[in-house]
């Protein structure tokens, strides 16, 4: 017994000695990374490197997941992603080649390292570079383009091109005077690339082959190739933003058809609309609806760069019709509001859908809506603008003796005649005490959800607050809450359903209110939180009157 004590201890006392650090789940077990690469390089050549996680047997660690990122000595150097850090992952299996991902910029001994983002785990390779090649070609120092052949026609729009010149190094192609792309040799020298789109009848094409430096070294013999053009041929119309419009309304016609075309032109109610090629093989042209109504078949006419012309009929019609005529809107005044300060009377409004001739403002007034016998006219409407109510005007009465005046708004144009569909509601104020007036509430709108239901309303300029009221079956109004926000929620109790009427008033001042009701609206409740919230309003409602008969 005691043996096997002893045994246990001294398994505890090695298993703390030989833990002397821990990997995360990341590098399963990895303790370095190996870089495989040859040995030796030239200043400017694209060569291949593999990176290994090993462990410390230097068996490859098949289920690293780690991130790794590269650097050398030179920050000319290009390494694989560089700035970036590169994700091993279950296709891996512990390794990852990278091809034609390294160029040395400096001969010499030079190094590469890896270095894992999140552990200390790293490797590094040192590689012989030769200097850089001189800049005048040599004899070893050429490049050749194998495919296409001098002086051939190709029927596709696209080409593979593939030469041959030095093994590991970058060749640009120039296609009619025009960058085509970049490519790099493999290990025997051979590169290949392709090229889309070729819409000219004749081409030049030429290789070069470019150094550490980026200098020109050597220069392929040019290759000239035709192309044997595809008949000029329409794959489709389309008619945006949709084939059926009303009058003289804008549209755009797009055509699919061969790409290179010299001409594509749209023959549409007699007339002949000249497209443009937005991208190979789209062309496209704007234009707006015929002005009378009816089905209107089009005819695409076509023109190659041989100058051959074809033209067919559209697959696609257009259909035009009458224009629907925009209901008519009122004018209206809105968010009128007055301020009172002794003998005068501020007014704040605006206008919702204000006629094109209107101009400025006259505000009449007299004891009552049917005696309004003295009046004041505004300034024009761009010196009047709101300080407080956006897009908003303000104007006064001053001079007003003592007693309580009904007021209305006109609207007037540049030569003095009243618009008669611009009228404001009679507007009460009294005048000797500081006082104010404001509009009613409108656009109630009730939003329920399981849980809760939302009361919401547009907001009014100049209240600073809302009274919202409950409507008894009976018709009897009685305060429900006061809210400073044009929005109240009624949280829902368990139980059955059941529905409340609510309307709301606005405030202008802690007891002036609306002088209409709103709309009203059914909100859904529960019985239970309706029961708590009727108590609080009780109380509010008692507190409010108790303030106005002060």
Not at 188 to 199: P, V
Not at 494 to 511: P, Q
Request: glycine content about 6%; aromatic content about 8%.
């Amino acid at each position: 017994m005691s043996k096997l004590i002893s045994l246990i201890a001294l398994v505890a006392i090695f298993s703390s000695i030989f833990v002397p650090f821990s990997l995360s789940a990341a590098t399963g077990g990895t303790v370095a990374l190996e870089i495989i690469a040859n040995t030796t390089s030239r200043v400017g050549e694209a060569i291949d490197i593999t990176v290994r996680a090993v462990d410390k047997d230097k068996k490859t660690v098949t289920g690293y997941r780690g991130s790794v990122i590269f650097n050398t000595d030179n920050i000319w150097d290009t390494v694989p992603a560089p700035g970036k850090t590169v994700v091993f992952t279950a296709d891996d299996n512990g390794e990852k080649k990278f091809s034609k991902a390294l160029i040395f910029k400096k001969s010499g001994k030079q190094k590469i390292y890896v270095s894992d983002v999140s552990d200390d785990i790293m490797g590094e390779a040192t590689i012989m570079v030769d200097a850089a090649a001189v800049t005048q070609p040599t004899l070893d120092e050429s490049v050749t383009i194998i495919t296409p052949e001098n002086n051939t026609k190709i029927a596709a729009d696209m080409l593979m091109v593939s030469g041959k010149t030095r093994k590991n190094s970058k060749i640009t192609l120039l296609l009619n005077g025009q960058d085509a792309g970049t490519v790099v040799s493999d290990d025997s020298g051979i590169f290949t690339k392709n090229l889309t789109w070729l819409t000219q009848e004749a081409n030049i094409l030429v290789a070069n082959l470019i150094d550490g430096t980026n200098t020109i070294i050597a220069t392929s013999p040019e290759i000239r190739f035709g192309r044997i053009l595809a008949p000029a041929t329409t794959y489709g119309v389309t008619i945006l933003p949709a084939t059926t419009l009303e009058m003289s309304a804008p549209l755009e016609i797009i055509i699919d058809a061969t790409p290179g075309l010299s001409e594509i032109s749209v023959s549409l109610d007699g007339s002949i609309l000249i497209t443009t090629e937005a991208s190979p093989g789209k062309y496209s042209i704007k234009t707006v609806a015929p002005q009378k109504s009816g089905v209107y078949a089009m005819k695409i006419s076509q023109k190659d760069s041989l100058g051959q012309s074809k033209t067919t009929d559209s697959p696609t019609a257009l259909t035009v019709t009458e224009k629907l005529m925009a209901p008519t809107v009122s004018p209206t005044f809105k968010n009128v509001r007055t301020t009172t300060v002794w003998s005068r009377v501020v007014f704040d409004f605006s206008v919702d859908n204000a006629p094109l001739d209107l101009t400025s403002f006259k505000i009449a007034y007299g004891k009552n809506a049917d005696s309004l016998s003295q009046e004041v006219t505004t300034l024009a409407m761009d010196k009047i603008a709101s300080k407080t109510n956006s897009g908003g005007y303000t104007w006064y009465v001053d001079n007003v003796p003592p007693d309580t005046y009904t007021f209305k708004i006109f609207g007037r144009t540049a030569s003095g005649t009243l618009i008669s569909a611009l009228v404001s509601e009679p507007i009460v104020a009294t005048v000797g005490k500081d006082s104010c007036t404001i509009g009613n509430v409108s656009g109630l709108t009730v939003a329920t959800d399981t849980s809760k239901s939302v009361i919401s309303w547009a907001a009014l300029s100049g209240a600073i607050s809302y009274n919202l009221y409950r409507v008894s079956a009976a018709g009897d109004y009685s305060i429900f809450q006061n809210t400073k926000d044009p929005t109240y929620t009624l949280y829902l109790s368990s139980g059955a359903v059941t529905y409340e009427n609510f309307v709301v008033k606005a405030l202008c001042d802690t007891s002036t209110e609306s002088k209409e009701y709103s709309s009203m609206s059914r909100v859904q409740s529960g019985p239970g939180m309706v029961a708590i919230i009727v108590i609080i309003s009780a109380i509010f409602g008692a507190l409010l009157m108790r303030r106005r008969s002060i």
